[in-house]
């Protein structure tokens, strides 16, 4: 069974850092780029970090770049996103995403969400 489970999430102050991490579990993660979105209410998904599986190629939302970076550790199955300089724009559920190809098929796999609160 598929199980992407990030954490990680809480309230901080704008300018602070945040680590999100997800756990994943169920599929082959080594071969499956990761990626980070975000989500706040009455809005679309959005896009915030990818990581290619072989080779750790990162690409990041423009909103985002300089001050987020996505990282992965194949031997434990997780992908990471430290977070710094918080805007309280930044404030969001953010959603671990795996992308990967089995049997021929592309398969999309979805987190729960991580709440990430930037507030004075």
């Known amino acids: 069974q598929v199980q992407l489970v990030e954490s990680g999430g809480g309230l901080v102050q704008p300018g602070g850092s945040l680590r999100l991490s997800c756990a994943a579990s169920?599929?082959?993660?080594?071969?499956?780029?990761m990626s980070w979105y975000r989500q706040v209410p009455g809005k679309e998904r959005e896009f915030v970090a990818t990581?290619?599986?072989?080779?750790?190629?990162?690409n990041y939302a423009d909103s985002v770049k300089g001050r987020f970076t996505i990282s992965r550790d194949n031997a434990k199955n997780t992908v990471s996103l430290q977070m710094i300089s918080l805007k309280p724009e930044d404030t969001a559920l953010y959603y671990c995403?795996?992308?990967?190809?089995?049997?021929?098929?592309?398969?999309?796999?979805w987190g729960q969400g991580t709440q990430v609160t930037v507030s004075s």
């Open positions: 995403k795996a992308v990967g190809h089995e049997y021929g098929y592309i398969k999309h796999y």
């Open positions: 169920g599929f082959v993660f080594s071969t499956y780029a």
């Open positions: 990581i290619t599986g072989p080779g750790g190629i990162t």
